[in-house]
C-alpha cells in the first residue's frame, strides 16, 4: 500500500482542518480551534520533510490571503523538492460567503498552479472529486518514485 503526505497549509482561519477533516471524512468541527501545531516556523522543516504534496488553503473573502499564499508557495513547494503539479491551490469559500468563483488576481508565480473553490454548503462532493484527482497524480508521482528507487537498487 502506497501512503503519501500532504500538507495542508495557508493563512489562518482559512478552512484547512475543516476542508482536511471534511476530505478525510472526520467528525466536523462546530467551532473555530485555531491548530496550534502550525503556528511555529520553527516547526516547518519537520513538518516539511519527506511530504509529496502541499495543498495551499485561504479564504478567497480576505484580500490579505492572496499576498499570504505567495509566502507559503514559496516556503512549502518552491525551496522544497516539489513540482508545481504536487501543489493544489483551494480558494475555501466559508458558509455565507458572497464571494464569487471565478479567476483571482494572483501572483505570477501562482498562476501555474492548480486552482479550486470549495464550498462545503453548495458542493461538497465538487471539491472531493477534485482533491482525489489531486490525490491520483501524488500517487501516480510516489509510485514512478518508488519504482525508480527500486530499480535504481537492482542495477
Given at each position: ?44 522543516p ?5 511530504a509529496?504534496?502541499v495543498?495551499?488553503?485561504f ?10 499564499i ?12 516539489l ?22 488576481p494572483?501572483?505570477p508565480?501562482?498562476?501555474k ?14 471539491i ?17 518514485n ?10
Amino acid at each position: 500500500m502506497l501512503k503519501a503526505k500532504i500538507l495542508f497549509v495557508g493563512p489562518c482561519e482559512s478552512g484547512k482542518t475543516v476542508l482536511a477533516n471534511f476530505l478525510t471524512e472526520s467528525s466536523d468541527i462546530a467551532e473555530y480551534n485555531p491548530t496550534q501545531g502550525v503556528r511555529f516556523e520553527a516547526c516547518w522543516p519537520a513538518l516539511m520533510k519527506d511530504a509529496q504534496g502541499v495543498v495551499i488553503v485561504f479564504n478567497a473573502d480576505v484580500p490579505s490571503h492572496l499576498q499570504e499564499i505567495e509566502m507559503w508557495h514559496s516556503c512549502f513547494v518552491q525551496q522544497q523538492p516539489l513540482q508545481d503539479s504536487q501543489c493544489l491551490l483551494i480558494a475555501h469559500h466559508k458558509p455565507g460567503s458572497a464571494a464569487q468563483k471565478g479567476s483571482l488576481p494572483l501572483a505570477p508565480s501562482l498562476s501555474k498552479l492548480k486552482l479550486v473553490h470549495s464550498n462545503l454548503e453548495e458542493d461538497p462532493e465538487g471539491i472531493r472529486a477534485e482533491f482525489i484527482k489531486y490525490l491520483k497524480t501524488i500517487i501516480s508521482s510516489v509510485s514512478e518514485n518508488r519504482d525508480r528507487e527500486e530499480l535504481s537498487i537492482i542495477t
